[in-house]
């Protein structure tokens, strides 16, 4: 009994360990299956390893019945079949074309991130466009405001120049009708003044009183209109007050060198005349020391050698009304002014150098204009003081018209000596000493006026007939020099 239940244990161990023997081998087979599939690419048998039971039967004496199982082995859970495996393949294929399909989305997606990057990138050299547009639109309203507020400006402007110019207009005619009342006034004053003139002479019982000379009324042709009644009458105390006045050397209107300070004579002298000064070789004008033939006394003259070869005694100048010409008779024959400036040689000088020989006689005039003229007579000498410094003139040359002829033969009158031809004394009327006939086309000796045409009662300016009575030359100079 014992040796029978010994059996029994062996043979169930038996049983059990080839049970997890083929175990084992299935599945060792199974997970080397799909090796085997991809490289014999052969199907395998299910059934070439299937196990079988061996019954090791004690020897012994059966005493009952013996059961024995006639089913197969039970169907493995685990075994992969055709079918899974074409499950599988199609699981594969379904996921391999939801591949493809989302391949094909994520290209499309693609080909939009592309777009929308070129869309952005477009967006921004809009945005750029626009900015730079925008401060174009910016730039612009600022200049046009800008342009708006220099035009209201300069509107401004306008009205207040305009309004300055309606002021300056009323003002002028203020100015205007107050000078209309002045020169009423002045006039009331001259008429009065005759009246007492009448009424002083009537008293003294001198008779009536002497006429004025008649007025040279000549026009001159070249007066700026400018000038025409807007110059301020010379004042005469500033040229009666400077009389004596030394001036600097000044330039000389007719491009003349500048003069050497007055007081330094050239050594060499005295000399005849300026000619003889210029034919001892002396070029540059200025003052020279000459003494004349027939007096011992020296004189100081201005020499012009800038013009026409030179050789030029000035006899008279007058430049800037620095000196008074209103003087008497002892003052015209002795001199008086600066010989560099305005200046009178004197009477007995021009007497006894024009004694010397033949000379003839140059007079310039300038005008306010900048123009300048020539008076040229062929002979010039004076005769002596007994004869009243008679003028004696040749015919005449030039551009500036004859206007001294009727000079000729007259003697000089002083303020204090009437030598003239006229009822009254001319010197009087025109304010200087000169050769007054009655009283004559010119009067280079009398007033300096500034700016040309001037207004005085009596015609007592700086005047040459043919270029107008009452036009007051700039600028005027007498020179003799030897008949060539
Ligand atoms: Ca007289």
Known sequence: MQGLVWSLCALLCLSLW????????RETQRTKEPFLLRSRRAPIDPNS???????????????????????????????????DIADVREVLNKQRR??????????????LVNEMKLLRKESRNMNSRVTQLYMQL??????????????????????????????????????????????????????????????????LGRGELAPAPPLVQAVPQNIPVDNRFTNEIQRNSRAFTRGSRKNSPTVSPFGIEPPPPQGTLTSDGPF???????????????????????????????????????????????RDGSVNFFRNWENYKASFGNIDGEHWLGLENIYNLS???????????????????????????????????RLRLGTYQGNAGDS?????????????????????????FHKGGWWYNACGQTNLNGVWYSGGVYRSK????????????????????LMIRPID
């Not at 027939?294 to 030179?310: T, V, Y």
Request: proline share 2%; aromatic share 10%.
């Open 404 to 428: 001294f002829t009727s000079h000729n033969g007259k003697q000089f009158t002083t303020l204090d000596r009437d030598k003239d031809a006229f009822t009254g004394n001319c010197a009087h």
């Open 18 to 25: 080839e049970e997890s023997y083929c175990r084992s081998s």
């Open 272 to 318: 005849k005349d300026c000619f003889q000064v210029r034919q001892a070789g002396h070029t540059t004008s200025g003052m020279y020391l000459l003494k004349t033939d027939n007096s011992d006394r020296l004189i100081q003259a201005w020499c012009e050698h800038g013009l026409d070869n030179g050789g030029w005694t000035v006899l008279q100048r007058r």
């Open 138 to 203: 910016l730039h612009e309203i600022i200049r046009k405001r800008d342009n708006s507020l220099e035009l209201a400006q300069l509107e401004n402007r306008v009205l207040n120049v305009t309004s300055e110019m309606m002021r300056l207009a009323s003002r002028y005619k203020d100015l205007e009708s107050r000078f209309a009342t002045m020169a009423g006034v002045v006039n009331n004053q001259s008429i009065l003044i005759t009246a007492l003139e009448e009424q002083c002479l009537r008293s």
């Open 98 to 111: 939801e591949i493809e399909t989302l391949q094909l989305v994520v290209d499309v997606d693609g080909n």
């Open 458 to 477: 009596f015609q007592d300016g700086i005047f040459w007939a043919d270029g107008g009575g009452f036009y007051s030359l700039k600028s005027v100079r």
């Open 49 to 83: 390893k299937q196990c079988s039971y061996t019954f090791l039967v004690p020897e012994q004496r059966i005493t009952g019945p013996i059961c024995a199982s006639t089913t197969g082995p039970e169907p493995d859970k685990d075994r992969v079949t055709r079918m």
């Open 355 to 389: 004694k010397q020989g033949d000379y003839k006689l140059m007079i310039e005039l300038e005008d306010w204009a900048g123009k300048k003229v020539y008076a040229e007579y062929s002979s010039f000498h004076l005769e002596a003081e007994n004869q009243g410094y």
